[in-house]
């Protein structure tokens, strides 16, 4: 199958309950397909798989969504005397519509195809 990218030799966090610790895969492949993971699980068990891109990762960690949302958006606002103070303000009444903006369209939902998702 041809992909857009691949990252090869990587140690796979899958959270697979079948797995040990946060269903670990050593030496492990994860294969994109036109924005889409078409697959994730050991390397030497991928299909024929070819890509414009393949990343080596030298054993480093790929881990299933893990993302820091810590933030303080309000602090680009133009009010920043509401955000210190605490009150909802104009700058928190805009939110919802801001984040909704930033938001990319969300595919079917299901697991990706592979082993050990």
Do not use: K
Request: aromatic share 4%.
């Amino acid at each position: 199958m041809h992909c857009d990218r691949i990252w090869r030799d990587a140690r796979l966090a899958t959270m697979a309950p079948a797995l040990p610790g946060l269903g670990i895969i050593e030496r492990g492949l994860i294969a994109v397909r036109e924005g889409r993971i078409v697959y994730a699980g050991p390397e030497d068990a991928a299909a024929s798989l070819q890509a414009e891109e393949v990343v080596a990762c030298e054993g480093r960690w790929i881990t299933p969504g893990l993302i820091d949302c810590h933030t303080h958006l309000v602090h680009g606002e133009t009010e920043p005397t509401n955000s210190r103070l605490g009150s909802p303000g104009p700058a928190m009444s805009r939110l919802p519509g801001r984040v909704a903006g930033f938001s990319p369209p969300c595919g079917p939902p299901g697991p990706p195809a592979g082993a050990n998702w």
